[in-house]
């Protein structure tokens, strides 16, 4: 599949074989109608815009079996207002090339292009990602996931997952246990 300047891709999948989407084209899983995932079964190479909605918990995501690579000005364009998870998954591959840019990132999220193994293995996600996080930063995203936070539930930076008293962030400060004995 080839999308030119000006062409948009919109759909499921999953779809078979490579795709390009040229500067100026844009892939869409959902378009304007619902949030969607797009399956690609082999590679993807993005000059142009992956537009990914985002409504309420649920974000528009691309699962790449092969490459993912970002090439020219390929960017993450981020779509929506109602934002209320901690971590989102916005692509997942094979493998990760080339450099992004991210428009429309939101408020207190951090850029992630990859999960910590033990973190993703125990929240069934895939260490090969792309991700929103909200926390204070990609450091504090990192800590959290490898600390044995729940996500959503106490991964926050103001939760206290222990009880203690003691949030999440001066655990992540002061580098202890935010599920220990205090």
């Not at 989102?88 to 910590?116: D, F, I």
């Amino acid at each position: 599949v080839q999308v030119n300047s000006g062409g948009r891709f919109i759909g499921s999948g999953p779809i078979a074989g490579e795709v390009t989407i040229a500067g100026g084209g844009t892939i869409e899983p959902s378009g304007t109608t619902t949030i969607g995932t797009m399956i690609l079964d082999g590679d993807l190479n993005l000059a142009g815009t992956f537009k990914c909605a985002i409504s309420g918990g649920l974000i528009d995501q691309l699962d790449v079996a092969g490459d993912l690579e970002f090439s020219g000005n390929g960017t993450i364009q981020i779509q929506g207002s109602t934002i209320n998870s901690d971590l989102y998954v916005l692509a997942t591959y094979g493998s990760l090339a080339g450099a992004r840019t991210v428009s429309n990132r939101p408020a207190g999220y951090s850029l992630l292009t990859s999960l910590p193994a033990d973190f993703a293995a125990a929240n069934g996600l895939d260490v090969n990602s792309i991700s929103l996080c909200k926390n204070i930063s990609a450091a504090y995203c990192h800590w959290a996931m490898t600390s044995g936070l729940s996500l959503g539930s106490n991964d926050g930076v103001g939760d206290d997952a222990n009880g203690d008293g003691i949030p999440n962030i001066a655990h992540f400060a002061f580098d202890t246990d935010p599920l220990g004995d205090g």
